[in-house]
Protein backbone atom coordinates (compact mmCIF):
# COMPACT_ATOMS: atom_id res chain seq x y z
CA UNK A 1 0.00 0.00 0.00
CA UNK A 2 1.09 3.36 -0.76
CA UNK A 3 2.15 5.55 1.66
CA UNK A 4 1.41 9.17 0.56
CA UNK A 5 -1.90 10.25 -1.27
CA UNK A 6 -1.22 9.58 -5.38
CA UNK A 7 -3.03 12.63 -6.09
CA UNK A 8 -1.54 16.66 -5.53
CA UNK A 9 -2.04 17.88 -2.17
CA UNK A 10 -5.01 20.22 -3.19
CA UNK A 11 -6.85 17.34 -3.80
CA UNK A 12 -10.03 16.88 -0.86
CA UNK A 13 -11.12 13.68 -2.33
CA UNK A 14 -9.93 11.29 -4.53
CA UNK A 15 -9.66 7.74 -5.88
CA UNK A 16 -7.81 5.26 -7.97
CA UNK A 17 -8.78 2.26 -10.08
CA UNK A 18 -12.25 2.20 -8.16
CA UNK A 19 -14.54 -0.68 -9.24
CA UNK A 20 -17.76 -2.08 -8.13
CA UNK A 21 -20.23 -5.23 -9.17
CA UNK A 22 -23.33 -5.42 -8.09
CA UNK A 23 -25.50 -9.09 -8.42
CA UNK A 24 -28.30 -8.91 -9.53
CA UNK A 25 -31.64 -11.42 -9.16
CA UNK A 26 -31.17 -13.51 -6.07
CA UNK A 27 -29.30 -16.39 -5.38
CA UNK A 28 -31.60 -19.09 -6.41
CA UNK A 29 -32.89 -16.81 -10.10
CA UNK A 30 -32.34 -18.42 -13.27
CA UNK A 31 -31.04 -14.91 -14.68
CA UNK A 32 -28.92 -14.21 -11.54
CA UNK A 33 -25.59 -12.08 -13.40
CA UNK A 34 -23.16 -9.45 -12.52
CA UNK A 35 -23.26 -6.17 -13.54
CA UNK A 36 -20.10 -4.28 -13.71
CA UNK A 37 -21.07 -0.82 -12.08
CA UNK A 38 -17.69 1.04 -11.47
CA UNK A 39 -14.69 -0.35 -13.55
CA UNK A 40 -11.58 1.40 -12.71
CA UNK A 41 -12.71 4.94 -11.94
CA UNK A 42 -9.61 7.60 -10.92
CA UNK A 43 -10.43 10.72 -10.28
CA UNK A 44 -9.92 13.96 -7.93
CA UNK A 45 -11.68 17.16 -6.47
CA UNK A 46 -9.71 20.23 -5.18
CA UNK A 47 -11.18 21.65 -2.08
CA UNK A 48 -14.09 24.32 -2.91
CA UNK A 49 -14.87 23.32 -6.41
CA UNK A 50 -17.62 21.50 -8.13
CA UNK A 51 -17.30 18.01 -9.83
CA UNK A 52 -20.51 17.02 -11.88
CA UNK A 53 -20.78 13.31 -12.77
CA UNK A 54 -23.17 13.04 -15.75
CA UNK A 55 -24.45 10.45 -18.17
CA UNK A 56 -27.32 8.26 -18.96
CA UNK A 57 -29.24 6.15 -16.24
CA UNK A 58 -27.41 3.22 -14.93
CA UNK A 59 -23.78 4.78 -16.43
CA UNK A 60 -22.76 4.33 -12.53
CA UNK A 61 -23.10 8.21 -11.44
CA UNK A 62 -24.78 7.01 -7.79
CA UNK A 63 -22.88 4.23 -7.47
CA UNK A 64 -19.61 6.61 -7.70
CA UNK A 65 -21.01 9.14 -5.56
CA UNK A 66 -22.18 6.15 -2.72
CA UNK A 67 -18.51 4.34 -2.82
CA UNK A 68 -16.53 8.03 -2.43
CA UNK A 69 -18.85 8.16 0.62
CA UNK A 70 -18.53 4.93 2.41
CA UNK A 71 -22.31 4.26 1.60
CA UNK A 72 -21.18 1.33 -0.48
CA UNK A 73 -18.00 -0.62 -0.43
CA UNK A 74 -15.88 -0.88 -3.59
CA UNK A 75 -14.43 -4.32 -5.07
CA UNK A 76 -11.18 -3.11 -5.43
CA UNK A 77 -9.52 0.80 -5.55
CA UNK A 78 -8.72 3.23 -3.01
CA UNK A 79 -10.51 6.30 -1.60
CA UNK A 80 -8.10 9.44 0.06
CA UNK A 81 -9.78 11.78 1.60
CA UNK A 82 -7.63 14.65 2.95
CA UNK A 83 -4.43 13.06 1.96
CA UNK A 84 -5.26 9.60 4.12
CA UNK A 85 -6.31 6.54 2.49
CA UNK A 86 -9.90 5.74 3.71
CA UNK A 87 -9.81 2.09 3.96
CA UNK A 88 -7.31 2.35 6.59
CA UNK A 89 -8.82 4.72 9.09
CA UNK A 90 -9.49 3.85 12.70
CA UNK A 91 -13.32 3.37 13.67
CA UNK A 92 -13.52 6.54 15.17
CA UNK A 93 -11.49 8.05 12.60
CA UNK A 94 -14.29 6.56 10.02
CA UNK A 95 -17.03 8.49 11.90
CA UNK A 96 -15.24 11.82 11.63
CA UNK A 97 -14.67 11.36 8.07
CA UNK A 98 -18.28 10.52 6.85
CA UNK A 99 -20.13 13.71 8.55
CA UNK A 100 -17.28 15.27 6.31
CA UNK A 101 -19.58 14.14 3.58
CA UNK A 102 -23.01 14.94 3.17
CA UNK A 103 -26.12 13.87 0.59
CA UNK A 104 -28.72 15.98 -0.66
CA UNK A 105 -30.87 13.48 -1.96
CA UNK A 106 -32.56 13.33 -5.04
CA UNK A 107 -36.48 13.74 -4.15
CA UNK A 108 -36.71 15.55 -0.45
CA UNK A 109 -40.30 14.57 -0.09
CA UNK A 110 -39.01 10.76 -0.16
CA UNK A 111 -36.15 11.84 1.67
CA UNK A 112 -37.07 13.66 4.24
CA UNK A 113 -39.67 12.03 7.44
CA UNK A 114 -42.67 13.39 7.13
CA UNK A 115 -43.61 12.97 10.73
CA UNK A 116 -41.11 15.50 12.05
CA UNK A 117 -40.98 19.22 11.65
CA UNK A 118 -38.83 21.01 10.18
CA UNK A 119 -36.93 21.85 13.54
CA UNK A 120 -36.21 18.42 14.20
CA UNK A 121 -35.17 17.61 10.32
CA UNK A 122 -32.33 20.14 10.37
CA UNK A 123 -31.35 19.46 13.83
CA UNK A 124 -31.88 15.10 14.30
CA UNK A 125 -28.04 14.75 13.31
CA UNK A 126 -27.06 16.86 15.88
CA UNK A 127 -28.96 14.41 18.16
CA UNK A 128 -27.29 11.38 16.91
CA UNK A 129 -23.94 13.18 17.68
CA UNK A 130 -24.88 13.65 21.15
CA UNK A 131 -25.50 17.94 21.17
CA UNK A 132 -27.63 20.05 24.15
CA UNK A 133 -30.69 20.67 23.13
CA UNK A 134 -29.97 24.18 23.19
CA UNK A 135 -27.35 24.00 20.97
CA UNK A 136 -28.99 21.76 18.42
CA UNK A 137 -31.94 24.31 18.26
CA UNK A 138 -29.57 27.05 17.86
CA UNK A 139 -27.56 25.85 14.93
CA UNK A 140 -31.06 24.38 12.84
CA UNK A 141 -32.35 27.75 13.61
CA UNK A 142 -29.20 29.45 12.25
CA UNK A 143 -28.81 27.29 9.52
CA UNK A 144 -33.18 27.58 8.51
CA UNK A 145 -32.52 31.10 8.30
CA UNK A 146 -29.32 30.95 5.97
CA UNK A 147 -30.81 28.77 3.47
CA UNK A 148 -33.62 31.55 3.31
CA UNK A 149 -36.46 29.63 4.79
CA UNK A 150 -39.16 31.95 5.91
CA UNK A 151 -39.60 32.25 9.78
CA UNK A 152 -42.59 30.57 10.62
CA UNK A 153 -41.18 27.07 9.21
CA UNK A 154 -39.55 25.73 12.28
CA UNK A 155 -42.94 24.07 13.05
CA UNK A 156 -43.85 22.98 9.57
CA UNK A 157 -43.90 19.70 8.25
CA UNK A 158 -42.20 18.44 5.25
CA UNK A 159 -45.20 18.15 3.13
CA UNK A 160 -46.52 21.98 4.30
CA UNK A 161 -43.42 23.06 2.35
CA UNK A 162 -43.01 23.84 -1.81
CA UNK A 163 -40.97 22.41 -3.20
CA UNK A 164 -38.26 24.84 -3.61
CA UNK A 165 -38.58 25.09 0.13
CA UNK A 166 -38.22 21.28 0.26
CA UNK A 167 -35.19 21.77 -1.18
CA UNK A 168 -33.80 24.24 1.54
CA UNK A 169 -34.95 22.29 4.08
CA UNK A 170 -32.80 19.16 2.60
CA UNK A 171 -29.41 21.39 1.69
CA UNK A 172 -29.54 22.98 5.65
CA UNK A 173 -30.14 18.87 7.48
CA UNK A 174 -27.05 17.85 5.03
CA UNK A 175 -25.26 21.23 6.38
CA UNK A 176 -25.67 20.47 10.14
CA UNK A 177 -22.83 18.57 10.67
CA UNK A 178 -20.41 21.16 8.87
CA UNK A 179 -19.00 18.94 6.37
CA UNK A 180 -17.00 19.83 4.11
CA UNK A 181 -18.16 18.13 0.60
CA UNK A 182 -21.69 17.61 -0.45
CA UNK A 183 -22.96 15.33 -2.85
CA UNK A 184 -26.30 17.03 -5.08
CA UNK A 185 -27.65 14.02 -6.28
CA UNK A 186 -30.24 15.52 -8.92
CA UNK A 187 -30.75 18.15 -6.56
CA UNK A 188 -31.78 20.76 -8.95
CA UNK A 189 -33.99 18.26 -11.00
CA UNK A 190 -37.37 18.58 -11.18
CA UNK A 191 -38.06 22.08 -10.53
CA UNK A 192 -39.18 25.09 -12.06
CA UNK A 193 -36.81 26.97 -13.64
CA UNK A 194 -37.29 30.58 -11.49
CA UNK A 195 -36.85 28.30 -8.21
CA UNK A 196 -34.24 25.99 -9.80
CA UNK A 197 -32.31 29.47 -10.10
CA UNK A 198 -32.68 30.19 -6.61
CA UNK A 199 -31.71 27.26 -5.18
CA UNK A 200 -29.03 27.21 -7.76
CA UNK A 201 -27.65 30.37 -6.39
CA UNK A 202 -27.91 29.75 -2.58
CA UNK A 203 -25.36 26.59 -3.60
CA UNK A 204 -23.10 29.01 -5.41
CA UNK A 205 -23.34 31.24 -2.00
CA UNK A 206 -22.83 28.86 0.30
CA UNK A 207 -19.58 27.54 -1.62
CA UNK A 208 -18.25 30.39 -1.49
CA UNK A 209 -18.99 31.07 2.04
CA UNK A 210 -17.88 28.05 3.53
CA UNK A 211 -15.56 26.45 0.66
CA UNK A 212 -17.43 23.87 0.09
CA UNK A 213 -16.54 20.78 -1.92
CA UNK A 214 -19.50 19.70 -4.25
CA UNK A 215 -19.98 16.73 -6.23
CA UNK A 216 -23.02 17.22 -8.29
CA UNK A 217 -24.77 14.48 -10.40
CA UNK A 218 -27.27 15.84 -12.88
CA UNK A 219 -28.63 15.52 -16.36
CA UNK A 220 -29.01 19.04 -17.39
CA UNK A 221 -26.67 19.96 -19.57
CA UNK A 222 -26.79 23.71 -18.99
CA UNK A 223 -27.00 23.83 -15.42
CA UNK A 224 -23.97 21.62 -15.01
CA UNK A 225 -22.19 23.62 -17.17
CA UNK A 226 -22.78 26.71 -15.16
CA UNK A 227 -21.99 25.11 -11.57
CA UNK A 228 -19.05 22.84 -12.71
CA UNK A 229 -15.09 23.22 -12.59
CA UNK A 230 -15.00 19.72 -13.94
CA UNK A 231 -17.25 17.35 -15.36
CA UNK A 232 -17.07 13.64 -16.02
CA UNK A 233 -18.99 11.99 -18.44
CA UNK A 234 -19.63 8.78 -17.13
CA UNK A 235 -20.53 5.29 -19.33
CA UNK A 236 -21.09 1.90 -18.48
CA UNK A 237 -19.28 2.39 -15.47
CA UNK A 238 -16.26 4.10 -16.77
CA UNK A 239 -14.68 7.78 -17.17
CA UNK A 240 -14.87 8.56 -20.92
CA UNK A 241 -14.40 11.57 -20.91
CA UNK A 242 -13.10 14.59 -18.13
CA UNK A 243 -14.20 18.01 -19.43
CA UNK A 244 -12.54 21.33 -17.31
CA UNK A 245 -14.12 24.19 -17.21
CA UNK A 246 -14.54 26.60 -19.28
CA UNK A 247 -17.26 24.24 -20.32
CA UNK A 248 -18.33 24.30 -23.88
CA UNK A 249 -21.30 22.61 -24.01
CA UNK A 250 -21.77 22.07 -28.12
CA UNK A 251 -18.69 19.81 -27.45
CA UNK A 252 -20.86 17.58 -24.68
CA UNK A 253 -23.88 17.64 -27.05
CA UNK A 254 -21.85 16.25 -29.72
CA UNK A 255 -20.09 13.55 -27.35
CA UNK A 256 -23.97 12.49 -26.79
CA UNK A 257 -25.01 12.76 -29.50
CA UNK A 258 -22.33 11.23 -31.47
CA UNK A 259 -22.67 7.63 -28.66
CA UNK A 260 -26.07 7.47 -29.19
CA UNK A 261 -26.04 7.45 -32.88
CA UNK A 262 -23.21 4.78 -32.73
CA UNK A 263 -25.59 2.89 -30.25
CA UNK A 264 -28.31 2.73 -32.40
CA UNK A 265 -26.06 1.84 -35.32
CA UNK A 266 -25.03 -1.27 -33.62
CA UNK A 267 -28.66 -1.46 -32.86
CA UNK A 268 -27.94 -2.84 -29.41
CA UNK A 269 -31.46 -3.07 -28.49
CA UNK A 270 -32.26 -5.85 -26.13
CA UNK A 271 -29.61 -4.34 -23.38
CA UNK A 272 -32.01 -4.14 -20.70
CA UNK A 273 -34.18 -7.90 -21.69
CA UNK A 274 -33.46 -10.88 -20.21
CA UNK B 1 -58.68 28.35 -43.59
CA UNK B 2 -60.17 27.27 -40.64
CA UNK B 3 -57.59 26.27 -37.95
CA UNK B 4 -57.53 22.02 -36.70
CA UNK B 5 -57.99 23.17 -32.88
CA UNK B 6 -59.57 26.27 -31.37
CA UNK B 7 -60.07 26.76 -27.87
CA UNK B 8 -62.24 29.40 -26.83
CA UNK B 9 -62.47 30.96 -23.61
CA UNK B 10 -62.12 28.08 -21.39
CA UNK B 11 -62.51 28.19 -18.04
CA UNK B 12 -62.25 25.31 -15.65
CA UNK B 13 -62.37 25.59 -12.07
CA UNK B 14 -61.79 22.85 -9.15
CA UNK B 15 -63.57 22.39 -5.98
CA UNK B 16 -62.66 21.23 -3.03
CA UNK B 17 -64.48 20.11 0.44
CA UNK B 18 -62.03 22.28 2.23
CA UNK B 19 -60.95 24.94 0.10
CA UNK B 20 -62.36 27.81 -1.72
CA UNK B 21 -62.95 26.79 -5.37
CA UNK B 22 -59.58 26.94 -7.62
CA UNK B 23 -59.46 28.82 -10.93
CA UNK B 24 -57.57 26.54 -12.72
CA UNK B 25 -57.62 28.04 -16.56
CA UNK B 26 -58.91 31.39 -16.85
CA UNK B 27 -60.47 32.55 -20.29
CA UNK B 28 -57.90 30.67 -22.52
CA UNK B 29 -57.73 30.95 -26.20
CA UNK B 30 -55.55 30.14 -28.90
CA UNK B 31 -55.48 28.30 -32.11
CA UNK B 32 -53.56 24.94 -33.82
CA UNK B 33 -53.50 24.74 -37.89
CA UNK B 34 -52.76 21.76 -39.37
CA UNK B 35 -49.50 20.57 -39.36
CA UNK B 36 -48.30 22.94 -36.49
CA UNK B 37 -45.63 22.45 -33.81
CA UNK B 38 -46.66 24.51 -30.82
CA UNK B 39 -45.41 24.67 -27.96
CA UNK B 40 -46.81 25.62 -24.09
CA UNK B 41 -44.48 26.42 -21.91
CA UNK B 42 -45.32 27.04 -17.94
CA UNK B 43 -43.85 26.34 -14.50
CA UNK B 44 -45.86 23.74 -12.35
CA UNK B 45 -49.32 24.45 -11.39
CA UNK B 46 -49.79 26.79 -13.95
CA UNK B 47 -52.97 25.05 -15.60
CA UNK B 48 -50.60 23.11 -18.51
CA UNK B 49 -51.44 19.29 -17.76
CA UNK B 50 -55.32 20.97 -16.77
CA UNK B 51 -55.15 22.52 -20.04
CA UNK B 52 -54.26 19.62 -21.85
CA UNK B 53 -56.44 17.29 -19.99
CA UNK B 54 -59.26 19.77 -21.20
CA UNK B 55 -59.19 18.99 -25.05
CA UNK B 56 -59.72 15.75 -24.31
CA UNK B 57 -62.69 16.32 -22.08
CA UNK B 58 -60.74 14.06 -19.79
CA UNK B 59 -60.93 16.22 -16.41
CA UNK B 60 -60.94 14.41 -13.03
CA UNK B 61 -63.87 14.63 -11.49
CA UNK B 62 -63.60 17.94 -9.20
CA UNK B 63 -63.22 19.56 -12.09
CA UNK B 64 -65.86 22.06 -13.74
CA UNK B 65 -65.68 23.58 -16.93
CA UNK B 66 -67.19 26.97 -16.30
CA UNK B 67 -67.33 28.25 -20.34
CA UNK B 68 -65.78 27.99 -23.50
CA UNK B 69 -65.40 25.59 -26.26
CA UNK B 70 -62.62 23.47 -27.77
CA UNK B 71 -63.25 23.24 -31.51
CA UNK B 72 -61.96 20.10 -33.09
CA UNK B 73 -62.33 19.76 -37.07
CA UNK B 74 -65.52 21.84 -36.51
CA UNK B 75 -67.35 20.20 -33.64
CA UNK B 76 -66.97 21.28 -30.06
CA UNK B 77 -65.85 18.82 -27.94
CA UNK B 78 -66.76 20.03 -24.82
CA UNK B 79 -70.17 19.79 -25.43
CA UNK B 80 -69.99 15.99 -26.86
CA UNK B 81 -71.38 13.04 -25.16
CA UNK B 82 -68.70 10.55 -24.03
CA UNK B 83 -69.17 8.21 -26.74
CA UNK B 84 -68.18 10.45 -28.80
CA UNK B 85 -65.56 12.41 -27.53
CA UNK B 86 -63.89 8.49 -27.42
CA UNK B 87 -64.01 8.51 -31.15
CA UNK B 88 -61.66 11.35 -31.15
CA UNK B 89 -59.31 10.04 -28.44
CA UNK B 90 -56.37 8.87 -29.78
CA UNK B 91 -57.98 8.94 -33.35
CA UNK B 92 -58.28 12.61 -33.91
CA UNK B 93 -56.45 14.15 -30.94
CA UNK B 94 -53.83 11.66 -28.88
CA UNK B 95 -51.67 12.35 -26.17
CA UNK B 96 -48.09 11.72 -24.94
CA UNK B 97 -47.73 11.63 -21.16
CA UNK B 98 -44.89 12.95 -18.88
CA UNK B 99 -44.06 9.01 -17.17
CA UNK B 100 -44.44 6.60 -19.87
CA UNK B 101 -43.51 4.30 -17.12
CA UNK B 102 -47.56 4.92 -16.06
CA UNK B 103 -49.01 5.12 -19.03
CA UNK B 104 -48.26 1.62 -20.66
CA UNK B 105 -49.95 -1.36 -18.86
CA UNK B 106 -47.67 -3.28 -17.01
CA UNK B 107 -48.98 -6.58 -17.65
CA UNK B 108 -49.34 -6.48 -21.28
CA UNK B 109 -46.93 -7.30 -24.20
CA UNK B 110 -45.88 -3.74 -26.35
CA UNK B 111 -46.70 -5.45 -29.31
CA UNK B 112 -50.28 -5.98 -28.15
CA UNK B 113 -50.36 -2.66 -26.47
CA UNK B 114 -49.73 -0.92 -29.56
CA UNK B 115 -52.46 -2.95 -31.63
CA UNK B 116 -54.51 -2.90 -29.52
CA UNK B 117 -55.28 1.17 -29.68
CA UNK B 118 -55.53 0.37 -33.80
CA UNK B 119 -58.54 -2.13 -33.21
CA UNK B 120 -60.23 0.24 -31.05
CA UNK B 121 -60.70 2.76 -33.87
CA UNK B 122 -60.67 0.89 -36.59
CA UNK B 123 -62.14 -2.30 -37.78
CA UNK B 124 -59.30 -4.54 -38.66
CA UNK B 125 -58.36 -8.61 -38.10
CA UNK B 126 -55.88 -9.19 -35.56
CA UNK B 127 -53.04 -10.34 -37.88
CA UNK B 128 -53.52 -7.10 -39.97
CA UNK B 129 -53.21 -4.76 -36.68
CA UNK B 130 -50.15 -6.98 -35.50
CA UNK B 131 -48.52 -6.03 -39.04
CA UNK B 132 -49.36 -2.60 -38.75
CA UNK B 133 -48.05 -2.06 -35.15
CA UNK B 134 -44.83 -3.92 -36.24
CA UNK B 135 -44.31 -0.67 -38.60
CA UNK B 136 -45.29 1.49 -36.18
CA UNK B 137 -42.94 0.24 -33.78
CA UNK B 138 -40.32 0.60 -36.46
CA UNK B 139 -41.25 3.95 -37.35
CA UNK B 140 -40.11 5.16 -33.88
CA UNK B 141 -36.64 3.51 -34.56
CA UNK B 142 -36.85 0.22 -33.12
CA UNK B 143 -34.92 -2.35 -35.00
CA UNK B 144 -36.72 -4.79 -37.54
CA UNK B 145 -35.15 -8.01 -35.79
CA UNK B 146 -35.63 -6.37 -31.91
CA UNK B 147 -37.66 -8.38 -29.20
CA UNK B 148 -39.12 -5.50 -28.17
CA UNK B 149 -42.39 -6.61 -29.33
CA UNK B 150 -43.08 -9.35 -26.64
CA UNK B 151 -41.53 -7.29 -24.01
CA UNK B 152 -43.22 -6.02 -20.68
CA UNK B 153 -43.06 -2.54 -20.74
CA UNK B 154 -40.94 -2.87 -17.49
CA UNK B 155 -38.14 -4.61 -19.73
CA UNK B 156 -37.42 -1.60 -21.43
CA UNK B 157 -35.49 1.51 -20.97
CA UNK B 158 -37.93 4.72 -20.20
CA UNK B 159 -36.86 6.14 -23.34
CA UNK B 160 -37.57 3.10 -25.35
CA UNK B 161 -41.25 3.40 -23.25
CA UNK B 162 -41.19 6.49 -24.43
CA UNK B 163 -40.53 5.18 -28.07
CA UNK B 164 -43.89 2.95 -27.38
CA UNK B 165 -46.02 5.34 -26.32
CA UNK B 166 -45.25 7.52 -29.40
CA UNK B 167 -45.84 4.49 -31.60
CA UNK B 168 -49.33 4.29 -29.73
CA UNK B 169 -50.29 7.86 -29.86
CA UNK B 170 -49.13 7.89 -33.97
CA UNK B 171 -51.04 4.79 -34.62
CA UNK B 172 -54.47 6.45 -36.09
CA UNK B 173 -52.36 8.56 -37.42
CA UNK B 174 -54.40 11.72 -36.08
CA UNK B 175 -53.74 15.17 -37.10
CA UNK B 176 -52.88 16.60 -33.72
CA UNK B 177 -50.49 15.18 -30.90
CA UNK B 178 -50.59 16.61 -27.57
CA UNK B 179 -47.01 15.62 -25.39
CA UNK B 180 -47.41 16.44 -21.77
CA UNK B 181 -43.46 16.63 -20.56
CA UNK B 182 -42.43 14.39 -23.06
CA UNK B 183 -38.74 14.70 -21.69
CA UNK B 184 -39.15 15.36 -18.20
CA UNK B 185 -38.65 11.65 -16.96
CA UNK B 186 -35.55 10.82 -19.05
CA UNK B 187 -31.96 11.18 -18.86
CA UNK B 188 -30.35 13.39 -21.09
CA UNK B 189 -29.27 11.14 -24.25
CA UNK B 190 -33.03 10.09 -23.81
CA UNK B 191 -34.43 13.29 -23.90
CA UNK B 192 -32.21 14.16 -27.32
CA UNK B 193 -33.59 11.06 -28.74
CA UNK B 194 -37.37 11.34 -28.24
CA UNK B 195 -37.37 15.02 -29.20
CA UNK B 196 -35.53 14.42 -32.15
CA UNK B 197 -37.59 11.86 -32.94
CA UNK B 198 -41.08 13.75 -32.45
CA UNK B 199 -39.75 16.12 -34.65
CA UNK B 200 -39.12 13.77 -37.54
CA UNK B 201 -42.68 12.44 -37.08
CA UNK B 202 -44.62 15.20 -37.32
CA UNK B 203 -42.50 16.48 -40.17
CA UNK B 204 -43.00 12.93 -41.61
CA UNK B 205 -46.85 12.53 -40.98
CA UNK B 206 -47.59 16.03 -40.97
CA UNK B 207 -49.25 16.13 -37.93
CA UNK B 208 -49.83 18.84 -35.23
CA UNK B 209 -48.16 18.78 -32.63
CA UNK B 210 -48.69 20.73 -29.06
CA UNK B 211 -45.69 20.40 -26.74
CA UNK B 212 -46.51 20.99 -23.26
CA UNK B 213 -42.74 21.63 -20.86
CA UNK B 214 -41.28 24.01 -18.23
CA UNK B 215 -37.87 24.14 -19.81
CA UNK B 216 -37.38 26.07 -23.36
CA UNK B 217 -35.02 23.93 -24.38
CA UNK B 218 -37.33 21.87 -26.07
CA UNK B 219 -38.86 25.01 -28.02
CA UNK B 220 -35.73 25.60 -29.26
CA UNK B 221 -35.91 22.02 -31.63
CA UNK B 222 -38.77 22.32 -33.63
CA UNK B 223 -41.53 24.83 -32.42
CA UNK B 224 -43.25 27.16 -34.37
CA UNK B 225 -44.96 29.15 -32.39
CA UNK B 226 -45.29 29.41 -28.29
CA UNK B 227 -47.99 29.93 -25.58
CA UNK B 228 -46.58 30.59 -22.25
CA UNK B 229 -49.30 30.21 -19.36
CA UNK B 230 -49.17 32.06 -15.99
CA UNK B 231 -51.48 30.71 -13.34
CA UNK B 232 -54.07 29.76 -15.30
CA UNK B 233 -53.81 32.47 -18.10
CA UNK B 234 -51.69 32.94 -21.26
CA UNK B 235 -49.72 35.71 -20.52
CA UNK B 236 -47.81 35.73 -24.12
CA UNK B 237 -47.94 34.16 -27.31
CA UNK B 238 -46.10 34.73 -30.52
CA UNK B 239 -43.74 32.95 -33.10
CA UNK B 240 -41.28 30.70 -31.46
CA UNK B 241 -38.02 32.48 -32.65
CA UNK B 242 -39.51 36.15 -31.40
CA UNK B 243 -40.89 34.54 -28.03
CA UNK B 244 -37.56 33.01 -27.05
CA UNK B 245 -35.17 35.59 -28.13
CA UNK B 246 -37.05 39.03 -27.66
CA UNK B 247 -39.50 38.05 -24.79
CA UNK B 248 -42.22 40.83 -24.06
CA UNK B 249 -43.67 39.67 -20.74
CA UNK B 250 -41.52 40.30 -18.26
CA UNK B 251 -42.68 37.11 -16.45
CA UNK B 252 -41.15 35.34 -20.11
CA UNK B 253 -37.77 37.20 -19.67
CA UNK B 254 -37.66 36.65 -16.13
CA UNK B 255 -38.16 32.93 -16.90
CA UNK B 256 -35.67 32.71 -19.57
CA UNK B 257 -33.49 34.82 -17.89
CA UNK B 258 -33.31 32.25 -14.77
CA UNK B 259 -31.41 29.36 -16.77
CA UNK B 260 -27.75 29.25 -17.23
CA UNK B 261 -26.17 30.53 -20.20
CA UNK B 262 -23.10 29.86 -20.96
CA UNK B 263 -20.28 28.86 -18.63
CA UNK B 264 -19.36 30.24 -15.36
CA UNK B 265 -21.44 33.39 -14.85
CA UNK B 266 -21.49 32.82 -11.20
CA UNK B 267 -25.17 33.82 -10.03
CA UNK B 268 -28.31 33.15 -12.15
CA UNK B 269 -31.16 35.77 -12.09
CA UNK B 270 -34.44 33.78 -10.49
CA UNK B 271 -37.30 35.68 -10.77
CA UNK B 272 -38.12 36.52 -7.06
CA UNK B 273 -41.21 35.04 -5.12
CA UNK B 274 -42.73 31.59 -5.57
CA UNK B 275 -45.83 30.74 -8.05
CA UNK B 276 -49.01 31.96 -6.58
CA UNK B 277 -51.10 29.58 -4.67
CA UNK B 278 -54.24 28.84 -7.52
CA UNK B 279 -56.70 29.24 -4.47
CA UNK B 280 -55.16 32.59 -3.52
CA UNK B 281 -54.84 34.83 -6.77
CA UNK B 282 -53.09 37.79 -6.42
CA UNK B 283 -55.81 40.94 -7.78
CA UNK B 284 -55.10 41.97 -10.52
CA UNK B 285 -52.53 40.94 -12.84
CA UNK B 286 -51.02 37.34 -11.06
CA UNK B 287 -47.85 38.08 -11.82
CA UNK B 288 -47.48 41.73 -10.39
CA UNK B 289 -45.87 40.76 -6.94
CA UNK B 290 -43.11 39.07 -8.51
CA UNK B 291 -42.68 41.82 -11.37
CA UNK B 292 -39.52 44.01 -11.39
CA UNK B 293 -42.17 46.69 -13.58
CA UNK B 294 -44.99 46.81 -11.87
CA UNK B 295 -47.34 49.86 -12.41
CA UNK B 296 -50.54 50.73 -10.37
CA UNK B 297 -53.09 49.92 -12.80
CA UNK B 298 -51.33 46.01 -12.38
CA UNK B 299 -53.01 45.91 -8.99
CA UNK B 300 -56.44 47.07 -9.81
CA UNK B 301 -57.09 45.01 -13.18
CA UNK B 302 -56.11 41.98 -15.19
CA UNK B 303 -54.67 43.17 -18.26
CA UNK B 304 -55.92 42.76 -21.35
CA UNK B 305 -54.34 41.21 -24.70
CA UNK B 306 -51.91 44.05 -26.70
CA UNK B 307 -49.91 43.19 -29.62
CA UNK B 308 -47.27 45.65 -30.04
CA UNK B 309 -46.03 43.20 -33.26
CA UNK B 310 -47.99 41.71 -35.78
CA UNK B 311 -48.92 38.03 -34.31
CA UNK B 312 -47.28 38.54 -31.35
CA UNK B 313 -49.51 39.13 -27.95
CA UNK B 314 -49.24 39.86 -24.48
CA UNK B 315 -51.13 40.28 -21.65
CA UNK B 316 -49.03 43.17 -19.99
CA UNK B 317 -50.18 47.05 -19.75
CA UNK B 318 -46.08 48.00 -20.18
CA UNK B 319 -47.32 46.95 -24.27
CA UNK B 320 -50.72 49.12 -23.66
CA UNK B 321 -50.73 51.96 -26.63
Known amino acids: MQSDSPQSREAVLCCTRLSKRYTQ ?25 TLALIGESGSGKSTLARCLTCLEQPDSGEIWFAGRNVAA ?4 ERVAFQRQIQIVFQEPAASLNPRLNALEIVSEPLLIAGESKKQRHERALYLMHLVGLPDDSPKR ?32 SGLDPSIQAQI ?57 MGRLQRAEKASSFGAGLP | MQPLLSVHNVTVTYRSSDRPEIRALEDVTF ?25 LKSLPQAARV ?87 PHQLSGGQQQRVAIAQAIACRPPLVIADEPTTALDVAAQIEILALLKSLKEKLQMAVLIITHETWPLTQFVDRVLVMYA ?32 HKRLLEPIPGEPPDPANLPAGCAFSPRCSDVMNVCHNRAPQYFSPEASHHVACFKYAE
Not at chain 1, 32 to 41: F, G, I, S
Not at chain 1, 89 to 92: A, D, Q, V, W
Open chain 1, 157 to 188: LPSEFSGGQRRRLAIARALTLEPSILILDESL
Open chain 2, 232 to 263: GRIVEEGPARRVLEQPLHPYTCGLLRSRPMGP
Open chain 2, 66 to 152: LRGSVIFRGTDLLTLEESGVQKVRGAGISMVHQEPGLALNPVIRVGDQVSEVLRAHQTMTAARAKEEARSLLLQVGFAADSRVWDAY
Open chain 1, 200 to 256: SNLLTGLQETYHLTYICISHDLDLVAHLADEIAVLHQGQIVKLVPAPIDLADLHDEF
Open chain 1, 89 to 92: LTHR
Open chain 2, 31 to 55: EVAAGEAVGLLGESGCGKTTLALTL
Open chain 1, 25 to 49: GGWLSKNRREVQALKDVSLSVRTGS
